[in-house]
């Protein structure tokens, strides 16, 4: 076993790692699970409800972390009449924070977003560069 296999790439885990959703819609996610991650959903627990944690709604604080800090972008994401739906943090808002998300488009991105491989460093561009090189 080689540690490299296992080295997450840095720009990936802030900037966001392309997580493929349809045919060709594309969304940039962060890491969860970072410590960036886990001040951020503290700050959104405690907007939301304060030190009252009895009737917290795990599903909401997520929808907030996608909106505000989670999606970094996306591509080629369609409204339901079919016109292109551009990334901003408002369009954002209103995708993520919709209860109708949060079970099916948030849990797929929060999957995504779990998932270290989706975050390692791209073997194909250091196999590329290593072929230039012979």
């Known amino acids: 076993m080689n540690l490299n296999q296992y080295e997450e790439d840095q720009v990936k885990q802030e900037k966001g790692s392309p997580c493929y959703l349809g045919d060709d819609g594309c969304f940039y996610v962060k890491r969860i699970h970072t410590p960036e991650y886990n001040k951020q959903i503290a700050e959104i627990t405690r907007e939301l409800y304060g030190f009252d944690s009895k009737n917290m709604d795990n599903n909401l604080i997520v929808a907030h972390w996608l909106c ?67």
């Open 68 to 134: 505000e800090y989670g999606v970094t972008g996306w591509n080629n994401i369609l409204n339901p009449d079919e016109t292109e739906l551009e990334y901003s943090k408002s369009n954002a808002r209103q995708v993520f924070l919709n209860p109708n998300m949060f079970l099916s488009l948030n849990l797929l991105l929060i999957t995504h977003a779990g998932n270290y491989a989706n975050y390692l460093h791209d073997e194909v561009i250091e196999d590329v560069e290593a072929v230039k090189k012979s």
